[in-house]
């Protein structure tokens, strides 16, 4: 069981349960958390509300199921810049950011710079963000693709009470 610093930097068993539970979901009433992670409401809302400030819980989204909007296809695409300092990185990250298909983007170590998840109607779409949006960025020398065929997991964020300790 992990216990609480006495400054409350470090989260205890009773926070992680309720990081748990609104990673699950997120519209819980303060009534329906506490009742889950087994506290009064009022201390419930505190230690959110300290969850919150501390940045451990970074925002509350909705969670749109893509191929309902349209979006069938996700394709992975590894990207190599012909240079690496850090004016290009910058200038590269800060492009893909402005792109409504890129969803996620790493910069990563290995034999490519970027790891980019993108989200496309179709193979018509994602030949249309090439030329027209990615292209369009200086600095790619090469770029290789893979389209997913189908999700096997997906999670926005971790599952506290699952992950071994640091």
């Known amino acids: 069981m992990i216990s609480r610093s006495r400054r409350g930097d470090e989260p205890d068993q009773t926070d992680l349960r309720i990081l748990s539970a609104l990673q699950e979901d997120g519209r ?44 069938n296809n996700v394709v992975f695409v590894e990207i190599t810049l012909d240079k690496h ?6 200038h590269f990250g800060e ?11 790493y910069l990563v170590t290995g034999e490519y710079d970027y790891l980019v998840k993108v989200v496309v109607s179709g193979t018509d779409h994602y030949e249309r963000f090439l030329r027209e949006m990615l292209y ?31």
């Open 28 to 71: 819980l009433t303060t009534n329906a958390l506490a009742e889950k992670v087994g506290l009064s409401p009022s201390p419930c809302w505190t230690r959110v509300k300290r969850l919150e400030e501390s940045g451990a819980i970074e925002k509350y989204v909705a969670v749109l199921d893509q191929k309902v909007l349209g979006f």
């Open 85 to 90: 300092d850090d004016k290009i990185l910058d």
């Open 136 to 166: 369009r960025i200086p600095g790619i020398r090469q770029t290789r693709t893979t389209f997913g065929l189908r999700t096997l997991k997906r999670a926005i964020s971790i599952d506290p009470l699952k992950m071994p300790k640091p």
């Open 95 to 105: 492009a893909l950011t402005r792109i409504p298909e890129v969803v996620e983007a």
